[in-house]
């Protein structure tokens, strides 16, 4: 019954804004009163405790909303400037092909982006770039969600994958085990799934990038995504060895990070002979033909034209890049040097128990090479005006739906009760309440404990989906998952690398992550289709995941737990 009473804003959410189109501001704040009522009135929430977690998840949401404005902010100001129309020369000059254009940006740029900061900012990142070339907001958007799918397990130098761990390392170890071994094992087994499953994403993005803005019913067709299919292997083979290198012998902080950088060198030196490329270009319809729900509802700025070294317009996108992985690598390899302090300063309001690692957001950074570059590219008042007015027009568009989405959240996840004894659908324990999140894993075990492999990575899709968060669905479910797998007897680095998986495919349907694409993109508004449309890939992406699994424990290649 927990179960069921708890999914019900879920259910709302997904029917208002999947079945009648609403957009993400009007259904999350229903859905978070929704909450906050079956908090009080079912888990025995006080009202106080309801405020208060609607209140922290208000200040996480505005921690989010500072990423986003920083990369809308980079984006409009590098727009402004001038740099964007000599980024669109390059991407163009290695092929105008809108299909090479995507994987290349999408993917491979979006996987660096990942492997550096996580938490949305590829999304948030790449789809704008893509617009810059020339692809349509809505299109932008929904290509460069899908694709912020495969390098998630290990984005943010490794977070989702040490966090699963960090939740299951002590039962590991009672259970006679190495933690070290668990953690090597669950890196490269999350790795394998994620690698197989990185021809399949790959491609179905194409296929839908084809057959959704095609120009007309002959560039519609599904044949056309396979005329890239060779180019599709290849820079699927050159990430998938790296990550997999790296996955086994090095662990999981830098999988993604040196894949995507491997990868997008490699692409780009052989692209430029032309490789592997189509016979065919594909692109899209002039932009006046287009249907009016693939183009911004907001305004998003149109690149300035000039005649800008190709060198000095990637110059903040590369001390970006070079800001995140020095900080990010650096405070891993040594946490007590000056980027440990950096992660480690934290805005406090211990009233409330909240905190804000402000100098460890990539917002900030965002901002500051914003700054940075009104010097570097001699911007006049006018055009920064220009870039700092539109990128604060689009963030007002998410900042309703976020709000309300993070408090929803963290109601969900600080609402158990030990005061109010239950008893367990997976392992008939009686004990007290859980989370929602927790009997909502609770319920959909129970249903599928035959067949749990299959269910695993939903659970981890279920995660990301309300949170936002490979690495939250880590934290709230790698136990619970660890613990089923133990009950029903399925190893458990499987279940919990399933898990892994789950949360970073959940990231291409996730509200959070939709809503920030689409602030990115100007296309708020569309949540609610971008959501139908990447469901498709999320569902093929978990059967190629539980497929992978059941092969590598048939073979019996797994060595531990």
């Known amino acids: ?210 057959t959704m803005f095609g120009k007309d019913a002959e560039h519609r067709k599904v044949s056309k995504a396979f005329e890239v299919f060779p180019f599709i292997v290849f820079v699927a083979v050159v990430f998938d060895v790296v990550y997999l290198i790296i996955a086994r012998f090095i662990g999981p902080e830098l999988v993604s990070l040196v894949a995507a950088v491997v990868t997008l060198f490699v692409v780009l030196a052989t692209s430029k002979s032309g490789f592997l490329m189509p016979k065919n270009e594909w692109t899209f319809d002039a932009k006046e033909n287009w249907d009016k729900s693939w183009l911004s509802v907001s305004e998003v700025s149109e690149p300035a034209q000039s005649d800008m070294p190709l060198m000095k317009a990637w110059l903040p996108y590369f001390i970006i890049g070079g800001a995140l992985v020095i900080t990010r690598v650096w405070s891993t390899l040594q946490p007590d040097s000056w980027a440990g302090a950096m992660k480690s300063f934290k805005i406090t309001l211990p009233v409330i128990n909240w905190s804000w690692a402000i100098l460890w957001n990539p917002g900030v950074i965002f901002i500051i090479v914003a700054l940075i570059t009104i010097a570097l590219h001699k911007m006049d008042g006018k055009a920064v005006k220009t870039a700092w007015a539109g990128s604060l027009n689009q963030v007002k568009g998410a900042a309703i739906a976020l709000l309300f989405g993070v408090a929803m959240v963290y109601i969900f996840r600080n609402s158990a009760n030990d005061s109010v004894t239950v008893t367990y659908m997976m392992d008939g324990a009686s004990k007290g309440l859980g989370s929602m999140l927790t009997m909502m894993a609770d319920g959909l075990g129970s249903i599928f404990r035959g067949a749990y492999i299959i269910i695993a990575p939903l659970i981890g899709v279920l995660g990301a989906f309300m949170s936002g968060s490979n690495t939250v669905s880590n934290t709230l479910f790698s136990g619970l998952q660890f613990e089923t797998a133990t009950m029903v007897g399925l190893p458990q680095v499987i279940i919990v690398a399933l898990q892994n998986n789950g949360g970073a495919i959940g990231n291409m349907v996730c509200v959070n992550n939709v809503v920030s694409a689409c602030a990115t993109t100007g296309t708020m508004g569309n949540e609610g289709k971008i959501i139908r449309t990447n469901f498709v890939p999320c569902i093929a992406f978990c059967i190629v995941v539980v497929v992978v699994s059941l092969i590598v424990m048939n073979l019996g290649l797994v060595s531990v737990l």
């Open 1 to 210: 019954m927990y179960a069921i009473i708890a999914f019900i804003p879920i259910i709302v959410t997904v029917v208002l804004m999947v079945g009648f189109n609403w957009p993400a501001k009007r259904a999350l704040p229903l859905a978070w009163a929704l909450a906050f009522v079956i908090g009080v009135a079912v888990w025995k929430m006080s009202i106080a405790a309801a405020v208060t977690q609607t209140v922290i998840g208000f200040l996480e949401a505005f921690a989010v909303l500072v990423i986003i404005f920083g990369a809308i902010l980079i984006m409009n100001t590098l727009s402004a400037s001038g740099a964007m129309a000599a980024i669109n020369r390059m991407f163009t000059g290695i092929s105008s092909d809108a299909r090479i254009q995507a994987i290349i940006i999408g993917f491979i740029f979006g996987a660096f982006i990942e492997g550096a900061a996580g938490f949305g900012t590829p999304a948030a990142l790449a789809a704008p770039l893509l617009i810059s070339v020339g692809f349509p907001p809505l299109a932008a958007a929904i290509v460069a969600l899908i694709y912020n799918s495969v390098p998630v397990c290990y984005g943010a130098v490794g977070t989702p994958t040490n966090s699963a761990f960090a939740v299951v390392s002590e039962s590991v170890t009672n259970l006679g085990h190495s933690a070290e071994g668990f953690l090597s094992e669950l890196t490269f087994f999350s790795a394998v799934n994620m690698a197989v499953g990185a021809f399949v994403i790959i491609t179905l993005g194409i296929i839908i990038l084809v």
